[in-house]
């Protein structure tokens, strides 16, 4: 079964909540706008929470020390959601609210990154980012979906 996770960064601007995507380069889902995220890694211990903080420092944020510990210290693992297909997939994503601008640094698997407010994602928004929004939206999250 493979297994994996990522982080849905977003922010409050003017009102509107917008969240952070990155186009990506390759395969899956190639020049879709998604979050930073991967497979689990030996080194994660297993551990979903330690596999995205991973995956979305060394996509977005260049594997600033600085970054990880923010990531960690608001990181919030009652707001996650999880995608499971038995005997196949799990996959599961954390939601995280930026008080303060953080320099995003995308790596190699983005063309680019960007803000977008979630009434108005790019047309080819990864169609996990949309479920992911929908199901912390039915969680009654502190954030204003």
Not at 16 to 24: A, N
Not at 97 to 107: F, G, P, R, T
Not at 108 to 137: D, S
Request: glycine letters at 8%; hydrophobic letters at 35%; one cysteine or more.
């Amino acid at each position: 079964m493979v297994k994996g996770a990522g982080i849905l960064l977003y922010r409050q601007r003017d009102g509107l909540m917008e969240v952070l995507l990155g186009r990506r380069r390759y395969s899956p889902d190639k020049g879709s706008w998604s979050i930073p995220g991967g497979r689990m890694e030996d080194c994660d211990r297993g551990d979903f929470m330690d596999c995205a903080i991973r995956e979305t420092c060394e996509e977005f944020f260049g594997s600033s020390p600085q970054a990880e510990a923010l990531l960690r210290e608001s990181i919030n693992t009652l707001e996650s959601t999880t995608f499971h297909i038995p005997l196949l997939y799990h996959y599961r994503i954390y939601m995280i609210h930026l008080a303060s601008d953080i320099e995003v640094c995308h790596n190699h698997e983005f063309h680019e990154t960007g803000w977008f407010p979630v009434q108005n994602l790019p047309r080819n928004t990864q169609g996990g980012v949309r479920y992911a929004l929908k199901k912390m939206k039915q969680l009654n999250t502190s954030a204003d979906l």
